[in-house]
């Protein structure tokens, strides 16, 4: 999937709702016509692959387009589907149905096939012991990881990306960190919940269900860029619905994105995709300093409201905590009954101490399991984003 979402191979990109455009550069001597209708569920592209919707198809709508004109490739294009669309004969009206069921059909026989494979994968880790892992060449790696995508399980294939990267970075923790990747992939087998796999719902679509309008805070924030796609990750809290939810936006380096101005408490409506904190945004209606947020008393209480959000989605890694007048003691961040959180050390925390001097202040940060990484405080009540 990343290497469908290379910016510098992209082209002539761009978005008129529902539909987004761009030119690829493959293996060809000329760029693939890449189309994709978002309210239709349908793609056009000039690549020679049988699947789809085919890898570049998949790959623009990671990307965030700008608005414009269509090319009158584009159009040609949409005006030939429009006008299939306008035949309501029956016959027209049961073949289109018949080409929609064989393309569910074909993903769920290749999702099927890459279900298969991550088990007889699993297997094979499993006889040979997670201690062969630094041995394997990047080449074992990067076939399996291609075949996940190939079968339409893009999911997959960036989990088992993920065990590579903590294989790699080595430490005292990567065989438990590994061990419980992987158990979370045997468990992916017998749930397969579409969006773990990698199927993937349109925001158009997200957006056209009911909302929830709540007041919402921006505190946490995360971005990572891989020098190709950038990822940002916003968590806001509901003052009303006292609820985190989260946005995630993907974009080409360097390219603006819209979220919600953060460290700001904002008047919105947030539209939740299904089964999931993750929300894609709606309508701003304003934005102001925040009033004080209520943080939890203690490390021990913040802990106990994960329990829903792991019922819910047993694979997910980071998580918003909060807690009140806590002091940094040793490496952890301790709350007021002397029981503490490891902490990153890292900018973030710096600011926080350089901004309280030492004092006890409310922290939220994201926290993975091992680590918290502070991301804002608040001091008599004033919130900072320190990250």
Request: hydrophobic letters at 40%.
């Amino acid at each position: 999937m990343r290497t469908r979402a290379v910016p510098t191979r992209w082209q002539g990109l761009g978005k008129a709702l529902p539909v987004l455009w761009g030119l690829y550069t493959g293996s060809g001597s000329v760029p693939y016509r890449v189309c994709v209708d978002l309210a239709a569920g349908s793609a056009k592209c000039t690549c020679p692959s049988r699947k789809f919707p085919c890898k570049h198809a998949v790959g623009l709508q990671e990307l965030d387009l700008p608005d414009a004109l269509p090319p009158d490739w584009v159009q040609e294009w949409t005006t030939r589907r429009a006008a299939r669309e306008l035949d309501n004969s029956p016959e027209a009206v049961a073949r289109r149905q018949r080409a929609r069921e064989k393309t569910a059909d074909r993903r769920a026989l290749a999702m099927s096939s890459g279900i298969d494979g991550l088990r007889d994968w699993l297997r094979d880790v499993a006889s040979a012991g997670v201690a062969s892992l630094p041995g394997r060449p990047a080449s074992w790696w990067q076939a399996f990881t291609a075949r996940m995508i190939d079968a339409q399980v893009p999911g997959v294939a960036a989990a088992v990306a993920e065990i590579q990267e903590i294989v790699a970075r080595s430490g005292p923790r990567w065989t438990s960190d590994v061990a419980d990747r992987l158990g979370g992939l045997h468990l992916l087998c017998a749930v397969q919940p579409r969006t773990r796999l990698g199927v993937t719902i349109p925001e158009e679509t997200v957006r056209a269900s009911p909302g929830i309008t709540d007041r919402w805070v921006a505190l946490l924030r995360l971005e990572t860029d891989d020098g190709r796609v950038r990822t940002v990750r916003q968590w806001c809290w509901g003052r009303q619905t006292n609820r985190w939810v989260v946005a995630i936006r993907h974009s080409a380096v360097g390219a603006p994105v819209p979220l919600l101005p953060h460290g700001q408490e904002s008047s919105a409506l947030v539209h939740p995709y299904p089964g999931s904190d993750r929300v894609a945004l709606g309508e701003l209606a304003g934005s102001r300093t925040p009033d004080p947020v209520p943080a939890p008393q203690s490390w021990r209480a913040s802990l106990a409201t994960l329990e829903p959000m792991l019922m819910a989605d047993p694979w997910q890694r980071l998580f918003p905590l909060g807690c009140s007048a806590v002091r940094l003691h040793g490496t952890a961040l301790a709350d007021e009954s002397g029981h503490g959180l490891p902490v990153r050390d890292d900018s973030g925390l710096d600011l926080a101490l350089a901004l309280t001097g030492g004092a006890p202040f409310d922290a939220w940060g994201l926290w993975d399991g091992h680590a918290l990484r502070l991301g804002a405080i608040a001091l008599d009540g004033t919130l900072e984003v320190v990250a």
